[in-house]
């Protein structure tokens, strides 16, 4: 046996959030998310995993001892455009507008219902 699961990323980031069924279905939803492992406990996801391009992401419900954390991700996606417009219209919080900053970079920012404000990037230049 290995000591990883196969295909997963040796790093992965964790996030704690208030709905993460919720959040699941909004990373499916803007980032074309894979659901992988789901650990139900009672009403709420005591642990599930999506993989979104070549990453896994680790999330869980906020319970008594592990209260929801505000975090923020940042994400290459191909089109920076065309992801903001589906995470506007998924429910999202406009952050920053899409926009290039003389880095290489056209990028936005948005948050979701969970908590978690989400960068995304495209490299253009």
């Known amino acids: 046996m290995a000591w990883k699961p196969d295909g997963y990323t040796s790093v992965a980031p964790y996030l704690v959030v208030d709905g ?7 990373l499916v939803t803007v980032f074309g998310a894979e659901p992988l ?3 139900p406990m009672g009403d709420r996801l005591g642990h599930g995993e999506v993989r979104i391009d070549d990453t ?14 505000a975090s923020h991700v940042h994400l290459y996606v191909p089109d920076v455009d065309a992801t903001w417009e589906r995470a506007l219209t998924a429910g999202a919080e406009p952050v920053q507008a899409p926009e290039e900053k003389g880095d290489g970079d056209r990028r936005c920012g948005f948050r979701d219902a969970g908590g978690t404000t989400w960068w995304i990037s495209t490299q253009v230049g």
């Open 20 to 26: 993460a069924q919720r959040t699941i279905d909004f």
């Open 37 to 39: 492992r789901m650990h």
């Open 56 to 69: 896994v992401l680790m999330l869980a419900d906020g319970m008594d001892g592990w209260p929801p954390i």
